[in-house]
């Protein structure tokens, strides 16, 4: 569990839930009676007098009992100590101070935790002038405080995270990844997604885990079921996202195998990122241009480690610079190169742009696989078709790959995809596969209406719109036209699944 996932995530509790007591009422109680003056100190009284009352709000806030104080109100925070006549006015504005406080307090360990900084940044000695320009009377605690303090901070966030996991009335779902910091220090993370009831997806990163142990299937997976365990999600969750590793893959299996055992959850399933299938099909189509790739990449590392090159780009165009340094002519991309180059960009820009579309999206985006997969292979085939072109071969690579994770994808987006109203039953190839899916889902329709109770709400879909009909032009094999722009798609509401199922089987028939 880590502060920094907490609060630098679309975290459901702000950093202003970081109050030691709210006084805003205090601050505002005109209520009170007051009496003597509203002058303040530190020394004793003589001739100590108790106000007459006790029931104002900020008598809790302070102790009247400390013999060596004795009948001075003292403060239980600070330890500041008042006359026994000083107003209720006076005691009030002082707890006012100490939110105002509290709150600056908890904007610089937010800083310090999300910025990564160092606990001693708060005893840097130009930190604390530059905070003494803002602010002459503000002060910071020590660095052991300020530990302390993030320390309380996590505590407290964890306990609301379990209230908001605790209340979601649906299922739950994660993407995880492992990878290596420049200390060479491996790292686990969790991030969790949700649907809350007003039909919004929310995610945050709920924890980062440091692997110092092998980076085995059985470890990963102990380590995903321990937050599981410690959240009470094991129940709630229904699907993990992982890369194509073999240990995650494997690790999948194994909490499946875990969740069905012990919790009676049949519902879990593993899926494998689709950019990242993507971005393996691609990787190996480039492998096929290795040679002019690599030209460019040592030309562009011959300018960065030249410094007389460098120097000379800053008054030559690269051409002229080319023509008379044999350094650079050696690297220089040929018109071959230049043709290679371009045509590869065409081919890999739909690439690019299904990699933002399913990763950048604030909707669940399962159900857009097999229809952004559609388009992706109608782009193969098309560009193979056009004897201008000339990465047939890449175009080749790549599509073989993507054969080789289809079938998997194909299983697991099948359900999602048929209850899109903007998919329905176009990305099935008959009839025969359709009902199939169907099936499945009316086995699954009583499980999901009885355990959910979420309302339903029509969701504005403009934001993505226009990333929609650049795949719906590249699926349509009869556009020659990749990038065109189309009309809209009307908005079309999100039903119940047994409505939506109803009217897919109307389409149908």
């Known amino acids: 569990m880590n502060v920094q996932g907490l609060l630098s995530s679309d975290d459901p509790q702000s950093e202003e839930d970081y109050d030691y007591t709210d006084l805003d009422d205090l601050q505002n109680n005109n209520n009170v009676n007051i009496e003597g003056s ?20 900020v008598w809790p806030y302070f102790d009247i009992e400390i013999p060596k104080y004795s009948g001075q109100p003292v403060c239980k925070q600070c330890g500041d100590v008042f006359e026994p006549s000083s107003a209720t006015t006076t005691l009030r504005r002082h707890l006012a101070s100490h939110n105002i406080i509290h709150k600056r307090d908890a904007s610089v360990i937010k800083w310090v935790v999300c910025d990564l900084q160092a606990f001693s940044v708060v005893e840097n000695k130009e930190w604390q002038e530059m905070i003494s320009n803002f602010d002459p009377r503000y002060r910071f605690h ?15 966030k964890k306990v609301n995270i379990k209230l908001v996991l605790n209340n979601i009335l649906g299922k739950v779902s994660f993407t995880s990844d492992i990878w290596t910091a420049a200390n060479k220090i491996a790292f686990l993370s969790l991030t969790i997604h949700y649907i809350d009831t007003s039909w919004k997806l929310k995610n945050f990163l709920l924890d980062i885990i440091p692997m110092d142990v092998r980076h085995t299937e059985c470890n990963i997976a102990n380590n995903i079921l321990r ?42 399933a593993h ?4 950019t990242h299938v993507l971005n393996l099909a691609v990787v190996q189509g480039i492998e096929l241009i290795d040679n002019s790739i690599e030209k460019i990449r040592s030309l562009i590392n011959c300018i ?15 051409n002229l610079l080319a023509a008379d340094n044999k350094l650079v002519c050696k690297y220089y991309s040929n018109d071959n190169d230049r043709i290679i180059i371009n045509d590869t960009l ?12 399913l990763s950048a999206s604030k909707y669940p985006t399962h159900d857009d696989v097999r229809f952004v ?31 080789v994770y289809w ?103």
């Open 142 to 156: 020590n660095r052991h405080t300020l530990k302390d303090n993030i320390v309380e901070l996590y505590e407290k």
């Open 407 to 509: 079938p998997i994808l194909d299983e697991t987006s099948q359900i999602s995809s048929l209850l899109d109203p903007r998919v329905k039953s176009s990305t099935f190839k008959d009839e025969l596969e359709t009902n199939r899916v169907k099936n499945k889902i009316y086995n699954m329709t009583e499980y999901f209406s009885t355990t959910l109770q979420l309302t339903t709400k029509v969701l504005a879909n403009d934001n993505i719109t226009s990333a929609r009909n650049y795949f719906h032009q590249l699926k349509n094999p009869n556009n020659n036209n990749f990038f065109a722009s189309s009309e809209p798609l009307a908005n079309e509401p999100l039903y119940g699944i047994k409505k939506e199922l109803k009217k897919t089987e109307d389409e149908l028939n």
């Open 38 to 57: 509203t002058s303040d100190t530190k020394t004793l009284s003589n001739k100590p007098s108790l106000p007459k009352n006790f029931k104002s709000p």
């Open 304 to 318: 960065k480690n030249s410094q007389p090159i460098n120097d000379a780009l800053k008054a030559l165009s690269l």
């Open 346 to 357: 065409v081919l890999l820009e739909p690439f690019e742009r299904a990699t933002h579309f």
């Open 271 to 274: 899926y494998r990122c689709i």
């Open 373 to 403: 997969f559609f388009a992706l292979q109608e782009h193969l085939t098309r560009y193979i078709n056009n004897n201008e072109h000339s990465q047939h071969m890449m175009t080749d690579s790549i599509q073989q790959k993507l054969d």
């Open 227 to 268: 937050v599981f365990h410690e959240f009470n999600l094991a129940e709630k969750t229904l699907a993990l996202t992982t890369n194509n590793a073999s240990s995650m893959i494997t690790c999948g299996k194994a909490i499946t195998e875990k969740l069905e055992k012990e919790f009676e959850n049949f519902s879990f």
